[in-house]
């Protein structure tokens, strides 16, 4: 007996044996069959990298004050130019000889300057337009005015010359004595005529006036410094101006007896200004803690409201008349929690180089335009405020079952008539109404989106507007300028061609420079005027370094959504050395929306999420899905009401199998999905959802559990119900799917990324993910981002990185980088000293 078991647990032995070498040649076949990974093709397209082999993709145009001319920078392989340029001329010519600039500079300065290397600042043109001023920073040093100790760390600087060059004569003067002026505070809100500046500290309203404001630009701590309250009743969280936002426990004690902003709009004379208070006393605190700050851990305290908590805060104007230094609190009160915002004067394009440019409401002398918005976001009024009397008028009201959008008006003669953005007819339209909201007529009209007011030419009664859908045959998502009569006649295109267009025009609506590209076209510019005839051609962007690594553009794709009959539109980017006989992985970049889908229309500088991605060996695509981008239908743009977590999924998992039915190269049984954001949440959510189909998912700073996200994005995009009793009692209830909840659905491997300091999704949204994750026995990764808030900051190369690796390690099966601790990559991106 002894011998026949004996013989039998040889028999055993003998088969484990079998089957362990069995498995040991199964996983080297795997191992020899797995894909290596191309880290060295995706770390030739850095950030650092790009910077240096592309240059300028678009026209940037400084409008003058006195003409209809305008001057750029632009950069090519050979350098910067200047240019001015003068439409009525059709001439565009260099501001200057940078050789001839280059060897004057050097012999004022002693630095030696060539023409492809001016480090040219703050190039801004003489009020008379006809010389420019700029600096140059030397390689002196020099000690800062403020300072006396020159052993000091940060006492010395570069010394800064100043230029002056007459267009004309071609005469370049050094500015004597120049000293480089500090920057404005920040805390600063000037009038009009720059009589009073508005500050708050203590978190109560001061003022000073121009003199004392000149002693604080050149030293803050001057004790000189006169100053006068305006009030005395601010308390933390119900402050005139800052609350001291964003500071840690230990920055707020300190700064509290410091200067802050105000945020106050002013009337045009200067005579009044109104400032929005908001009483967030109720509203719960919540709390991040930075652990690697310097010396101990420090606690940040902040008020943010949940989805369907009933602590709101209470926005209230304050409208002050300064002349007598007094003020009133205006009431508003139409809806339940309602919250409340002024609109500025839009600022003029020939003003952008103005060193002061003075925070103006929208409106006049005696009246500023406001909008005030019902807590469930389906209310909306557009209303004035009489500054004498305080009292507010109604003009014009939207209403709507799913969340309402809006825009600033736009003024037709101070007010006479109003031209409003609504999308009560299910697209985005302008409408045309007199001065008390009675609607003259809609114009604009169709099955397109209008997007922004461009300009209003108000003496030929002509709207110039961006608007986007309405050319046949064309990404509907390609913006275009049109120009349309106020009464919904005329309607014309200005700049057609199939690209995605974006638009600068001079404040007399005389002329416009039209930049434009899609991802598979090289960027171009031209100049045109106020009927779409080309001026001049200005520039097309010299992409011959990008080229000449190998560089190939993207590819455009359009497929049906879910339903089979909604087109959604997509852009696919492949390794540059594609093979179309091999299978590769496809891994989708995601952003849900609704304010976006984070799909590339045009070409740009940007390449990491998915060029760079592609490059390790995978088929990337980013797609659109219904309830994503606004700039469709109103359809369209709500079609997650009621539905955020899982809206989109069904799309983005369609959109894969189209093309992997397409495309033999695309292999659908290795899908990877990744975002951040609520790309991070959607691509767990898809990990969850559809178990079977995605195999991997990297998630950084999800929003996965959007009852605990911020009330306003919540609340508008899912929907919260407003409840009101039989006492007239209203409340609101808010109920939300999240991803948590399908902890036992994960199959795949999951990643999870989160800065730990993230105060607009707090890190608790992870941590959630994880809790649940645990609880359900799933394995999966969770990487902490120390001292990051919602974006990595400079940890951002080090995750992409790591989000390589967690892809090439499960969808392609190489493990090969994951024995070295360094990240080779970046080690030779790091800038050696000489």
């Known amino acids: 007996m002894k011998k026949l078991y004996f013989l039998f647990a040889l028999v055993v032995i003998a088969g484990v044996q079998a089957v362990a070498q069995t498995k040991t040649i199964s996983l080297t076949e795997t191992t020899s069959l797995a894909e290596k990974a191309n880290y060295q093709a995706a770390a030739r397209f850095s950030p650092s990298k790009l910077r240096k082999i592309i240059y300028s993709t678009s026209v940037d145009p400084h409008w003058l004050k006195l003409s209809n001319r305008f001057w750029y920078q632009y950069e090519t392989p050979n350098g910067k130019q200047w240019y001015i340029v003068d439409p009525a001329l059709k001439t565009k010519s260099k501001l200057f000889d940078p050789e001839k600039m280059a060897a004057e500079i050097t012999l004022v300065i002693r630095d030696p300057f060539d023409a492809q290397h001016l480090p040219i600042e703050n190039l801004k043109f003489a009020k008379d337009e006809k010389s420019i001023n700029f600096e140059i920073k030397s390689t002196i040093d020099e000690l800062k005015k403020d300072r006396k100790d020159k052993k000091a760390a940060d006492s010395m600087q570069k010394k800064i010359f100043s230029f ?37 500290k203590n978190y109560n309203l001061y003022w000073m006036d121009k003199a004392n404001y000149q002693k604080a630009i050149k ?6 410094i006169v100053e006068h309250q305006l009030t005395k009743d601010g308390v933390k969280f119900y402050s005139y101006g800052s609350d001291g936002d964003g500071e840690n426990n230990e920055e707020n004690i300190k700064n509290n007896k410091k200067r802050r902003g105000a945020y106050v709009l002013w009337s045009p004379d200067s005579k009044y ?31 943010y ?34 919250s409340i915002s002024t609109w500025g004067k839009p600022v003029l394009n020939k003003d952008r180089d103005n060193e002061f440019r003075p925070s103006i409401w929208l409106g006049d002398n005696q009246k500023f335009y406001f909008s005030r918005t019902s807590r469930d976001l389906k209310r909306i009024d557009i209303c004035t405020i009489d500054i004498n009397t305080g009292v507010v008028t109604q003009l014009i009201d939207e209403r709507f079952n799913t969340y309402v959008e809006v825009q600033r008006p736009g003024l037709v003669n101070g007010g006479n008539e109003i031209i409003h953005w609504s999308e009560r007819d299910g697209w985005g339209h302008f409408y045309l109404f007199d001065e008390k909201g009675k609607l003259k007529n809609q114009i604009t009209k169709g099955a397109f989106h209008a997007e922004n007011i461009v300009n209003i030419d108000e003496k030929n009664r002509v709207l110039y507007f961006t608007a986007n859908g309405r050319e046949a045959k064309e990404d509907p998502y390609f913006m275009h300028l049109y120009r349309i009569n106020f009464d919904g006649s005329g309607m014309k295109l200005l700049n057609g061609g199939d690209f995605d267009h974006a638009i600068n025009m001079n404040d007399e609506a005389k002329f416009f420079v039209d930049n434009f590209s899609r991802v598979n076209t090289v960027p171009k510019a031209v100049l045109k005027d106020n009927l779409g005839n080309v001026v001049m051609d200005l520039e097309t962007a010299d992409l011959s370094l990008l080229m000449a690594t190998g560089y190939k553009f993207p590819e455009p794709f ?24 091999k299978k590769y992985p496809i891994i989708e970049y995601v952003y849900p929306g609704p304010q976006t889908e984070a799909v590339n229309k045009s070409f740009g500088r940007s390449m990491d999420r998915m060029d760079r991605l592609a490059q390790l060996g995978y088929i990337v695509i980013t797609v659109g899905n219904r309830g994503g981008h606004p700039a469709r239908s109103k359809w ?3 079609y997650g009401y009621g539905n955020l977590r899982d809206y989109g999924l069904a799309d983005k998992k369609a959109a894969i199998e189209q093309l992997a039915d397409r495309h033999s190269f695309i292999d659908a049984n290795k899908v990877g999905i990744t975002g951040h954001s609520g790309g ?155």
């Open 558 to 581: 359009k497929v049906k959504a879910d339903d089979g009959v909604t087109d959604i539109y997509g852009v696919m980017y492949k390794p540059f050395d594609f093979n179309p006989n």
């Open 636 to 638: 369209y743009h709500t």
């Open 164 to 200: 002056n060059y007459e267009i004309a004569s071609g005469k370049l003067t050094e500015v004597k004595n120049f000293s480089k002026p500090k920057a404005k505070p920040n805390w600063g809100s000037v009038a009009p005529d720059s009589s009073a500046i508005i500050f708050s």
């Open 273 to 303: 200004f109104v400032l929005d208070r908001t009483d967030s006393r109720k509203v719960k605190d919540l709390w991040v803690i930075n652990s690697v700050s310097a010396g101990r851990p420090t606690l940040e305290t902040y008020k």
């Open 305 to 338: 409201q949940m989805p369907g908590e009933k602590e709101s805060p209470i926005d209230e104007f304050v409208l002050f008349n300064f002349a007598a230094k007094t003020y009133k609190t205006i009431n508003t009160t139409a809806f339940k929690d309602q």
């Open 680 to 834: 991070g949440f959607m691509s767990t959510a898809a990990l969850l959802v559809y178990p079977d189909f995605f195999k991997v998912a990297v998630s950084a700073a999800g929003n996965h559990d959007n009852s605990i996200y911020n009330r306003w994005w919540s609340e508008k995009h899912h929907g919260v119900t407003e409840v009101v009793s039989a006492k007239g009692d209203t409340t609101f209830k808010y109920s939300i799917d999240k991803n948590p909840d399908l902890a036992k659905n994960l199959k795949g491997h999951l990643l999870l990324m989160h800065g730990d300091i993230d105060n607009n999704v707090h890190p608790a949204n992870s941590v959630r993910v994880a809790n649940a994750l645990i609880r359900a026995g799933k394995r999966f990764d969770y990487m902490v981002v120390p001292g990051q808030r919602h974006g990595f900051g400079d940890m951002t190369e080090y995750m992409f990185w790591r989000l390589a690796d967690y892809f090439n390690n499960y969808l392609l099966g190489d493990f090969s980088q994951s024995v070295n601790v360094n990240i080779t990559e970046m080690d030779r991106e790091i800038e050696r000293k000489k």
């Open 219 to 224: 030293n803050d701590e001057d004790s000189t």
